[in-house]
Each structure stands twice: as C-alpha cells, then as structure tokens.
C-alpha cells in the first residue's frame, strides 16, 4: 500500500516524537500544538508509555477540554503491573473511551472502571462487513471444499502464538483426519509460521494468502 502523505495537508499537524528504550515516547511539541489549536476534544491512543499523553491530559481537563483515549484496553484480567499502569493511566481519562472488543470493555469493568466505554470494532466498517456476508449468502453457493479449513486473519505476531493452531493441525493428522488452514495477513512472524509449517510438514495444508484488504474477498474465505 502506498504510504500517505501527510505533509503539506492542512488537516494535519506534525508532532516530533522521540523515543527512549523503543517504547517510551515523548512528543515534544505536544503541549504547544494542543494550546494553539483550541480544540474540544482529542483523542488520544491509551498507551500508557506515551509519557507526554499523561500530562497532556491533565492539563487539557484543568482547562475544560474532553479526553478520550483509542486502545485495546485490557486483553485479560491477569494482575500484572503492565495492567496496573494501563488502568491507572485509561483512568485518567474522565471522558472515558473506545475500545476495539467487547471483552476488553468487561475487563475494564470488572476492574471498576467508572468511566463510559464505547466499543467500535477496531476501526472496521462493520456496516460493510455486515452488508458483504448478506449478499454472499444469496448467491449461488459454490462446492465444498476437499477438507475442513480454517481461516485466521490479521497481523501475523509472535504473542498471537498462531503456531497452537500448526500443532493441533499435526495432531489432527495423525488421527487421519485432515485440516487446512488460511492465513490472511502479514506481519513480523510470517517467516517464522512458514518455517514452522514446514517443520510439522504442513505446507500442502497452509496457504499463506499475505495482506488482503477488499471485505468481499476476505467475506468469501469466512463463507
């Protein structure tokens, strides 16, 4: 895909980021950019290592702006301190948030979260998703395929331990009984789930589809 272009577009404002150990940031000119523009709202993404978020935040609510934060919110409800910091930081939110999935919305709750909370599916248009399955179920449906498969999409990362999958396909066929698998995505891992596939010699039972953006296609594989 090709990269947008963001300079010279007079709906954007640059911010310097500088980085510190590849995952605390700091954006320089944050506080300025924030009091320049007067706005009535910002969103920010609720990572907590953004230092300069914390106290953007605290100083746009002591002048009446809202703050929302955009975040995978809490993916479990493990006590870990990586948590206790997110909670403590999306806390700081009083406007509240939106959050990609509805299991990140209940851990938030059950923690106590005081805050509203809308969920909104990670960006996706749902409305189209929703719209792309409707119209492939009215069509003529085409032959089953010769084996039972599955379908992931989305970024291929090594904490998504996708090879789980690989190895009860490796037992599956040792009970005789055939799986496949469709990969639709791309990411950091792709090499190492190829190479992993190869090792279980399941290469004949894994297609690798790379990045696919066009929702009728992708609705086509889930049908």
Known sequence: LK????????????????WYL?????????????????????IFLGDWKFISTWFAVRSLQKNGVHCLFWSHGLLNKHKSLNNSLKYW??????????????AAKENLLSMGYPYDLTVIYNSLDFKLQVETINKISSEAKPGSPAHPYLVFTGRLLADRNLELVFDAMKLLN????????????????L???KNYAGTLELEDSVNFLGAIYDENVIGRYFM
């Open 89 to 102: 930081f999306l806390e700081r939110f009083r406007d509240g948030g939106f959050l990609y999935s509805h």
């Open 174 to 189: 040792e009970e005789n009984i055939r799986v496949d698998l469709v990969i639709i995505g791309s990411g950091p891992h």
């Open 22 to 42: 590849k995952y605390f940031l700091w954006q320089k000119n944050l506080n300025s950019v924030l009091k320049k523009n007067r706005f009535d709202a910002v």
């Open 3 to 18: 990269l947008h272009e963001f300079k010279d577009k007079g709906k954007f404002i640059e911010v310097k980021n500088k």
């Open 191 to 193: 090499d190492n789930l």
